[in-house]
């Protein structure tokens, strides 16, 4: 996603769910760190991914397809990215969308404001593909 990972987040697949472990009550939820996409799979081909519970940025991702590997291939690997990731702390879904309509409408009360917050440069339309990308692939070395 691009976002710094300095949130909660849970990931749920059928009944269980994979998070941060509680220190209070560590029965809630699985470890997250040690969760695969096989070990989802096995429960089902649709999972949520919760980022932020406070902001409640809420993620359906459905596994259409597994395919073998195409030889010489890396995996995992971005195929395609639509959108640029929402500003950290932005407020969830909600104030995104009151974000999106400031930064770009230049007689917006807060679009001074919003764009020196996000950076001047901030467009939600614009991915560097080629960094997501680079990120993605990393994930194999954890």
């Not at 697949?13 to 996409?37: C, K, M, Q, T, Y």
Request: aromatic residues 14%; glycine residues 8%.
């Amino acid at each position: 996603m691009g976002w710094t990972n300095s949130h909660l987040y849970e990931i749920r697949a059928g009944n269980l769910e994979w998070g941060i472990i509680d220190p209070v009550d560590f029965a809630s939820r699985l470890d997250a760190r040690e969760a695969r996409l096989c070990d989802l799979l096995g429960y089902s081909n649709e999972f949520t991914y919760l980022y932020d519970f406070g902001d409640g940025w809420e993620h359906t991702i459905t596994v259409a397809q597994i395919v073998d590997p195409a030889a010489g291939t890396r995996y995992p690997r971005l195929v395609e990215a639509i959108g640029r990731c929402p500003p950290e702390d932005v407020g969830g879904p909600w104030r995104y969308a009151d974000f999106r309509e400031a930064i770009r409408n230049p007689s917006h009360e807060f679009h001074a404001q919003f764009k020196e917050w996000a950076g001047d440069d901030f467009d939600p339309d614009v991915v560097n593909f080629e960094l997501l990308a680079k990120a993605v692939e990393q994930l194999d070395q954890r």
